[in-house]
């Protein structure tokens, strides 16, 4: 049974800083990728962050791109959201996601299969 846990979160003044984290167990996943979503009241999911198995690629929607940095320590089976320069409108509940079976990258929900509890971030004007 897989088990996503995220850490991290909270509330941040504008302009200010947060770092997520997420840990995966409870089995073995073969070279996944692995991303960040985020669904704001009355919206839609959307893609935030993806990277490779390797670590070597990385992707981002323009919203965030400059601002967001996700990284992975694979030896922990965890990956980092690194968020700078927090806008209001980065309110959100954002959501780990495993893509197992697959090390590429994907901007898609139906591209991953399994996703953590979501976190609460609060960016304050």
């Known amino acids: 049974q897989a088990q996503i846990i995220q850490s991290g979160g909270g509330l941040v003044q504008a302009g200010g800083s947060l770092r997520l984290s997420c840990a995966a167990s409870?089995?073995?996943?073969?070279?996944?990728?692995m991303g960040w979503f985020r669904q704001a009241p009355g919206k839609e999911r959307e893609f935030v962050a993806a990277i490779s198995w390797s670590g070597s690629v990385t992707s981002y929607p323009d919203s965030v791109k400059g601002r967001f940095a996700i990284t992975r320590d694979r030896a922990k089976n965890t990956v980092y959201l690194q968020m700078s320069n927090l806008k209001p409108e980065d309110t959100a509940v954002y959501y780990c996601?495993?893509?197992?079976?697959?090390?590429?990258?994907?901007?898609?929900?139906?591209?991953?299969?399994?996703w953590g509890q979501g976190t609460q971030v609060t960016v304050s004007s």
């Open positions: 996601a495993i893509r197992s079976g697959n090390s590429g990258t994907s901007p898609k929900e139906e591209g991953y299969d399994y």
């Open positions: 409870g089995r073995t996943f073969s070279r996944y990728a």
